[in-house]
């Protein structure tokens, strides 16, 4: 799933079930176990988050382990040179806090997908003119469903919107009507030291609600 650099309107390509699981804090010798438990619960955007240890080696073991139609991705990627690191550890999708019009011109030079975190109309666009093929609003709490509609009101219909942020299974339904397009997950999906019957339970748990919504 190369994005080329040819355009900007090739944009982020959403999976049938677009929810983005967001591993903070996750290790390398659990990597694959918990891959492999959210792949088989039908989840097939994984993100993670650089800014803690091994992050790196979670996305090469990741992205070893699982089928080609997973896309594997880096959050928190604050820089040019993390973005080359993740291209070289095997990742495909950068996803960031903030919108830095030069993490996403690299990313397309990259050959990557590009998910900038924006939380106003004016970085939504600022992002969509550096280059980035989608946007992350974040925090999705700052940015409820009657706002996001008023946003696809002017954003280019193409465009991928994802809320990320205190996302709930229940909270998919409104949002999903104002215009969003998918979600990313954190903590109320993965978080350290959960086992994997609980994380397939609540996986299985946001698939069906997006099942249910669309």
Same mark, same amino acid.
């Given at each position: 799933?190369?994005? @080329? ?11 049938? $079930? #677009? ?14 176990? =918990?891959?492999?438990?959210? %792949? !088989? ?11 803690? /240890? ?9 992205? *070893?382990?699982?089928? #080609? ?7 928190? $990627? ?5 973005? *080359?690191? =993740?291209?070289? &550890? @095997? ?6 806090? !903030? ?38 609003? %974040? ?5 409820? #469903? ?6 696809? &009101?002017?954003? #280019?219909?193409?465009? /991928?919107?994802? /809320?990320?942020?205190?996302?709930? /299974? ?7 009507? &104002? ?27 946001? $698939? !069906?609600?997006?099942?249910? =919504? $669309?």
């Amino acid at each position: 799933m190369n994005p @080329g650099t040819s355009t900007t309107e090739h944009f982020y390509p959403l999976p049938a $079930v #677009p929810l983005i699981a967001i591993l903070r804090g996750l290790t390398p010798d659990e990597a694959v176990t =918990v891959g492999q438990c959210l %792949f !088989d619960a039908g989840v097939r955007v994984l993100e993670v988050p650089l800014n803690r /240890p091994g992050a790196l080696a979670c996305i090469t073991s990741l992205r *070893a382990a699982l089928p #080609p139609d997973v896309l594997i991705g880096a959050g928190t $990627v604050l820089s040019p040179q993390a973005v *080359a690191d =993740v291209a070289a &550890a @095997g990742g495909e999708l950068i996803i960031s806090p !903030d919108c830095n019009p030069e993490v996403i011109r690299t990313t397309r030079e990259r050959g990557l997908w590009s998910l900038p975190g924006v939380s106003t109309p004016t970085e939504a666009f600022a992002a969509l003119r550096a280059g980035a093929q989608g946007i992350k609003i %974040f925090p999705a709490e700052a940015v409820p #469903p009657t706002v996001v509609k008023a946003w696809r &009101a002017v954003l #280019p219909a193409a465009v /991928p919107v994802i /809320p990320v942020g205190g996302i709930t /299974p229940e909270s998919l339904a409104g949002y999903t009507a &104002a215009g969003a397009n998918g979600f990313g997950i954190g903590s109320q999906l993965y978080a350290p030291g959960r086992g994997t019957d609980e994380l397939a339970q609540r996986a299985r748990a946001y $698939v !069906d609600a997006w099942k249910a =919504v $669309v």
